[in-house]
Nanobody, 124 residues
Framework: EVQLVESGGGLVQPGGSLRLSCAAS????????MSWVRQAPGKGLEWVSGISWNSGRKDSAESMKGRFTISRDNAKRTLYLQMNSLKAEDTAVYYC?????????????????WGKGTLVTVSS
């Protein structure tokens, strides 16, 4: 059974930083691209960042470029999201998602497994 377990969320002040982690099990982590997707209160799912199977390709949504960095450690079967310069509008539940193949997509329809999410609240 595929399992994705996020951690690292919490309350942070504007301008602060957080590092999210996602522990994966139940599949060959190194064979698949992974993404972070978020859902702000009252809004739909928004792709945040994606990384290919070997970290050779990675990207983030335009509003997060320069602030968020995705990475992975295949030996540890763990996905990360380093978030810096956080803004109030970054408040959301952040989900770790597995792609159906080795290359990431910014379409949530191309993701076939999801974690339960971790809440990030940016507020003073």
């Amino acid at each position: 059974e595929v399992q994705l377990v996020e951690s690292g969320g919490g309350l942070v002040q504007p301008g602060g930083s957080l590092r999210l982690s996602c522990a994966a099990s139940g599949f060959t982590f190194a064979d698949y691209a992974m993404s972070w997707v978020r859902q702000a209160p009252g809004k739909g799912l928004e792709w945040v960042s994606g990384i290919s199977w070997n970290s050779g390709r990675k990207d983030s949504a335009e509003s997060m470029k320069g602030r968020f960095t995705i990475s992975r450690d295949n030996a540890k079967r763990t996905l990360y999201l380093q978030m810096n310069s956080l803004k109030a509008e970054d408040t959301a539940v952040y989900y770790c998602a597995k792609s159906h193949n080795e290359y990431y997509s910014d379409s949530v329809g191309d993701m076939d497994a999801w974690g339960k999410g971790t809440l990030v609240t940016v507020s003073s």
